[in-house]
């Protein structure tokens, strides 16, 4: 059974201004490994400690996985110079 997908609004801003190339890359990495497998990113730590980032290019997607629910809610999609920002 693969996992309910939801973007957080940031994130969906995030993808706007995102090149379109890049956005059908990122937007397909997620709907084909990041929705079948979520626990294959690797797992963060510090003040992302509860989180994941899944690494495309120079691009992140930071996103959080409830199991109990069977949701992965992405929360953040940048550039990795900007992803950590708060």
Known sequence: MGYKLLFDK?????????????QKKILKTINEKIVNNPH????LVGDWSPFFRWRIGDYRIIYDINNDT????????????DVYDH
């Open 70 to 81: 069977v949701v992965i809610e992405i929360i953040r999609i940048r550039h990795r110079k």
């Open 10 to 22: 940031k994130a969906l801003k995030d993808l706007k201004k995102i090149d379109a190339v890049w």
């Open 40 to 43: 294959a990113g690797k797992h």
